[in-house]
């Protein structure tokens, strides 16, 4: 069984900074891709960031590319998503989640378990 588990959202001014963590339990972490997906107020959840099983690649949505850097450490089994000069329209509820290999994927489809999510709030 695979447990996620996010932290570190928070309520933010625009322009500030967050690091969101994610904690995954079991021993084939490093084997799979992580991913940060969000999900607004009356919106689809929408892929914001991925990285591969080693750590070397990653890509973002455009929206959050050149703010938000993702990275992990494979023997914590920990994903983080780095969060600056954060926008209102950043805000939502992020969620981690595991994919199904370890190369990196954007459809919600590629991703079999998630978290349950951490509440990020940007005040203007």
């Known amino acids: 069984q695979v447990q996620l588990i996010e932290s570190g959202g928070g309520l933010v001014q625009a322009g500030g900074s967050l690091r969101l963590s994610c904690a995954a339990s079991g021993r084939t972490f490093s084997s799979y891709a992580m991913g940060w997906f969000r999900q607004g107020p009356g919106k689809e959840r929408e892929f914001v960031a991925t990285?591969?099983?080693?750590?070397?690649?990653?890509y973002y949505a455009d929206s959050v590319r050149g703010r938000f850097t993702i990275s992990r450490d494979n023997a914590r089994n920990t994903v983080y998503l780095q969060m600056s000069s954060l926008e209102p329209e950043d805000a939502a509820v992020y969620y981690c989640a595991r994919g199904r290999a370890g190369s990196v994927r954007t459809a919600t489809s590629e991703y079999p378990y998630w978290g349950q999510g951490t509440q990020v709030t940007v005040s203007s």
């Open positions: 990285i591969d099983w080693s750590g070397s690649i990653t």
